[in-house]
């Protein structure tokens, strides 16, 4: 699916809820198709959006990744 502009109400909910002005968006520097089984692991801080799924239900999960020390193992928690 391809990114497509938001329509007047999603773009005032975005704004109250986000406080991101949709005029502002620029097009995604990538669009990534993923298969079923993969991974996708990114920060949340970016900008993103996710398109619904048209080959049955989709299964998603977020959680917290950290590293204190370089030398000490990364947690993680939700």
């Known amino acids: 699916m ?3 502009e938001p329509d007047e109400e999603e773009a005032e ?11 502002t968006i620029e097009p995604p520097a ?3 198709h993923p298969n079923a089984g993969d991974l996708l692991m990114f920060s949340s801080a ?3 959006a996710v ?3 048209t080959s049955g239900p989709r299964v998603g ?10 030398n000490k193992p990364s947690v ?3």
């Open 46 to 48: 970016m900008l993103h």
């Open 76 to 78: 993680y928690w939700s």
């Open 13 to 23: 909910h975005i704004l109250l809820v986000e406080g991101l002005d949709t005029a």
């Open 61 to 70: 999960m977020a959680m917290f990744i950290g590293c204190a020390e370089t």
């Open 30 to 32: 990538l669009t990534l």
């Open 51 to 53: 398109s619904s799924s």
């Open 2 to 4: 391809a990114w497509r």
